[in-house]
């Protein structure tokens, strides 16, 4: 049986986790490649897949995500199990700590058997921010190799009869739900804009505009990435910055600004966009980092 342990992380903790993973299991008379997600390209030749992640701030990191949405199909033709490395202290030798809201979801979406977590590790010397800060009171390394080959012995005893999850489809996520809240809030910018031309001159609508932009995307943000399942922040951002664009110059350039001219004004379009896509974003990046939103039960696949 072909099995493939990947991973994602940035300074090796999670890497060391899945060496020992797919040593034990070669062990186990398994044959099993390690790599990292960046270096997979095709999963036809797997018969299971072993996924492993580094938690920052409660969230994967965005290569491990972008592998799972891009092979989607193929993960829920195969067992899937993921781990994550994470906690700086001992914690996970003493419970079982569930998956984080997002890698909740994600493993729901290609219906993996089981996720457990692993203490990580941080080195006193590592570079770039918030890891030096933290390495400062929080370095040091709790995985437990013994634990981690335990998890493999698991493994190793179900990988034989195992068959493909169940996955769940999370309507949160829908092109029709990500469309209506981008034009609704394109349409209320546009109706806004609209209003103040009414009462006031052009540059003092564009000033208030460009306040008034961002304020309202991020309500619409938090009612978007409220339930489960809903896109990722960055290209949720992007697509309802084009949604404005193009209710904007239907709506409002049309009938006041000549059309594309209003493109030329940096102040009354390109302000404004930046600001929405960055609020949409900063408001969906905020909210995946909550481990489980409030009113959210823990949806454990340990």
Request: aromatic letters at 8%; charged letters at 20%; one cysteine or more.
């Amino acid at each position: 049986m072909r099995v493939l342990v990947t991973w994602g992380s940035k300074h090796g903790g999670t890497e060391g986790i899945a060496h020992i993973l797919g040593d034990a299991l070669r062990q186990r008379g398994f044959d099993v490649a390690t790599a990292p997600v960046d270096e997979v390209t095709k999963l036809d030749s797997y018969q299971a897949v072993i996924i492993g992640g580094a938690l920052y701030a409660n969230l994967w990191p965005a290569n491990v995500r972008r592998f799972i949405h891009r092979h989607t199909a193929e993960l829920r033709g195969v067992p899937v199990w993921f781990f994550s490395s994470g906690p700086l202290d001992d914690s996970a030798e003493h419970e079982a700590i569930p998956p984080t809201s997002q890698v909740s979801v994600l493993a729901e979406r290609i219906g993996a058997k089981g996720h457990i977590t692993f203490g990580g590790r941080l080195e006193r010397d590592v570079k770039g921010f918030p890891a030096s800060a933290m390495a400062e009171k929080r370095s040091g390394d709790w995985r437990n190799p013994e634990r981690i080959r335990a998890w493999a012995a698991t493994l190793a005893d179900e990988l034989p009869r195992a068959t493909p999850g169940r996955p769940v489809t999370h309507r949160a996520g829908s092109v029709a739900r990500l469309l209506a809240h981008g034009v609704v809030g394109g349409a209320l910018c546009a109706s806004v804009m609209l209003g103040l031309l009414q009462v006031m001159s052009l540059t003092g609508a564009r000033i208030v505009h460009v306040f008034a932009a961002p304020l309202i995307f991020t309500a619409i943000a938090w009612l978007y990435f409220r339930p489960r399942g809903a896109r990722e922040p960055r290209q949720v951002a992007l697509v309802w910055t084009v949604c404005v664009a193009l209710l904007e110059l239907l709506i409002v350039g049309g009938p006041t600004q000549g059309g594309l001219r209003m493109f030329a004004s940096i102040l009354g379009t390109w302000v404004p966009y930046v600001l929405i896509f960055f609020a949409t974003w900063g408001t969906g990046a905020m909210m995946s980092m909550m481990p489980f939103p409030k009113g959210e039960p823990r949806q454990g696949h340990a």
